[in-house]
């Protein structure tokens, strides 16, 4: 996209006079064009991705030793279907802009010189983190793809028809993990490190929502497990997936969007304390 | 018209403090001790439209500090500020649309998109239209002589290529303001010429008011009729650089003949020396740091 690669989005914009999304649409669009160049980067992380998917293969088929045998309700290529839409989430939002570049801007007084541009601050950090995986999340849903079907087999019961539905479950559960992810780098207006915070929660997420599905956690544990974000994060986006039916979707929705309010609402409130500190202060 | 007028402005900021060593890192965890460094101290002065500014003095006088009030970067806790009507502190958002701002030490730019795709990213920032965002790029690379470099990525650029680009990039939006805090910092004598013509050139032809930070008397000689010296949170002088270089000028001569009265070589009188501003400003700080 250069010069004169790109008439068309210039003719959708012209002759509107007030967009107030605009400007965060020309963010996400930077961002798209910066990362596009380290498309090859992105691809380095493959690696990775397949060593993690290839241990729990070997892992499940150690497990299940009876063809179609279930365990926890989930069949064989189920389960591994499910850590295979995890961990793409979770490689394909790789979220540095929300986590450490928050913090960073925070301490080094940065964050004044962007707050001093008509937009918000947290928006163009999400813009900026959707611009982000809007490359990533469809390279390692790609590569998913391929190994799912070389290594594991089809899913059961797929439809590709309930695919767009998916994706907004998906796209949904990204957003909400760095509304949670922004609040706690956040913090960095108060205390000098917010990694240990970060830590904990991404290590909650993995543990709990990444690597196993909630049905695998003792049956007490399992109402508590739903309530915390990891339902609407990964859990259920990729649960959604792997066994899809039109009722949990809903409920799916219904969570997410009760709790994309509640992050933003949390978000705003932080921020807004945050940045009278800062002003007070300085940077 | 005044396009800023700041009265009676003060912020304290409050630093943590730590004796020496260990026992000094204990004892500041079971007694915080607190200093209270006045960065800026009451000070006044209005600036007119369309007016070339320099706010100079020596490291930590309180210069950058007052370049963020005026921006609304950050709260004072005295006194009153007016930029172009507007309060920075309660319509901060609004007064961006009219001001633009580099800071020589920061990057506003994106390193890994072009100058152009920046300027674009700039145009919509501040709500133009497509097309006014070209038109305004077009003219400013014109004038600013961008178009060899405009599409290499700014991370490639050299540092004299890249506060060109910065100060397009605050200028997009056809600011009523320009503040610059020490915009020729670590520039090569060309460049940094270079530079000030550009900006008087922004003067001149948009009528565009400049707030001018530095430490380089060549800025200041070279762009701006008046200077306000601060020093330690205060202003020490607010005159034309004509004024104070007659004044000076004088002072001088007056010395010298006191001098010559004094040993009595009175042939040494005709030759009062001629004074350059940089001994001049470094004279005015010496004597700041005696009273
Ligand atoms: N955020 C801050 N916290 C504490 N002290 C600060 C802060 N910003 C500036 N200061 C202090 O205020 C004084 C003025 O700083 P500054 O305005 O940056 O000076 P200048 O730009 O003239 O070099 C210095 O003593 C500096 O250490
Ligand atoms: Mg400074």
Redesign the interface.
Not at chain 2, 71 to 75: H, P, S
């Given at each position: 996209m250069g010069k004169y690669g790109d008439k068309s989005v210039s003719m959708n914009i012209k002759g509107v006079r007030f967009r107030p999304w605009r400007k965060y649409a020309v963010i996400y669009r930077s961002v798209l064009m910066e990362n596009l160049q380290y498309a090859a980067n992105i691809a380095m992380g493959f690696f990775s991705y397949f060593v993690f998917i290839f241990i729990f293969i070997k892992l499940w088929g150690y497990m299940y030793r009876t063809p179609g045998e279930l365990i926890a309700g989930y069949t064989k290529e189920q389960m591994i279907w499910y850590v295979m839409m995890t961990e793409m989430m979770f490689f394909g939002s790789n979220a540095a802009s929300v986590a450490g570049e928050v913090a960073r801007d925070i301490r080094s007084g940065n964050i004044a010189y962007l707050m001093n541009k008509p937009y918000h601050y947290t928006l163009y950090i999400l813009s900026r983190y959707t611009g982000e995986w809007s490359i990533r999340l469809p390279m390692y849903a790609l590569l998913a793809v391929v190994i799912g079907t070389v290594m594991v087999g089809p899913l059961p019961h797929f439809r590709l028809t309930a695919v767009p539905a998916m994706a907004v479950c998906v796209v949904l559960g990204l957003t909400i993990h760095a509304v949670f992810k922004l609040c706690i780098s956040l913090f960095s207006f108060w205390i000098e490190d917010a990694t240990p915070f970060q830590w904990l929660y991404d290590k909650l997420i993995l543990v709990v929502g990444v690597m196993f599905p909630v049905e695998i956690f003792p049956k007490a544990l399992q109402p508590l497990l739903k309530m915390t974000p990891i339902y609407t994060v990964c859990y259920g986006p990729a649960k959604l997936i792997v066994d899809f039916s039109p009722e949990k979707c809903l409920e799916i929705l219904a969570a997410q969007i009760l709790y994309l309010t509640v992050g933003c609402v949390l978000m705003s409130l932080i921020y807004r304390k945050g940045v009278r500190k800062l002003y007070v202060n300085g940077g | 018209m005044q396009a800023i007028t700041v009265e009676n402005l003060s912020k304290t900021?409050?630093v943590k403090r730590k004796e020496k060593g260990m026992r000094g890192s204990i004892k500041a965890i079971l007694h915080p001790q607190t200093e209270e460094i006045r960065a800026v101290n009451g000070v006044s002065f209005s600036v007119d439209e369309g007016e070339m500014l320099a706010f100079i003095g020596p490291n930590g006088a309180g210069k950058s500090?007052t370049i963020?009030m005026l921006?609304?970067?950050?709260?004072p806790?005295g006194g009153r500020v007016e930029v172009l009507g507007i309060d920075p502190m309660k319509k901060?958002?609004q007064l961006?649309?009219r001001i633009g701002?580099v800071?020589g030490q920061?990057e506003?730019l994106?390193t890994?998109?072009t100058p152009?795709?920046n300027f674009?990213?700039f145009g919509?920032?501040?709500?133009l239209?497509?097309?006014e965002t070209e038109e305004r790029i077009a003219e400013l690379s014109e004038r600013f002589e961008l178009n060899a470099f405009i599409?290499t990525p700014v991370r490639n650029l050299s540092l004299g290529q890249r506060i060109r680009c910065e100060i397009v990039a605050s200028l997009i939006h056809k600011p009523k303001v320009l503040f610059l805090d020490e915009p020729t910092i670590g520039l090569d004598p060309v460049v940094k010429e270079n530079v000030r013509e550009l900006i008087k050139q922004m003067n001149r032809e948009e009528h565009t008011t400049i707030f001018l930070t530095s430490h380089d008397v060549g800025d200041i000689e070279k762009l701006c009729r008046r200077i306000i010296i601060v020093n330690d949170g205060q202003i020490v002088l607010d005159d034309s650089v004509e004024r104070l270089k007659s004044h000076y000028q004088d002072k001088m001569a007056a010395d010298v003949y006191a001098r010559s009265q004094e040993s009595g070589m009175a042939e040494k009188y005709e030759e009062a020396p001629n004074i350059s501003l940089e001994e001049i400003l470094v004279d005015i700080y010496r004597s700041e740091e005696d009273g």
């Open positions: - | 900021f409050r500090t963020k921006t609304g970067i950050l709260y806790d901060r958002k961006a649309y701002t800071f920061k506003q994106w890994h998109l152009y795709d674009r990213f919509a920032i501040y709500d239209s497509e097309r599409d």
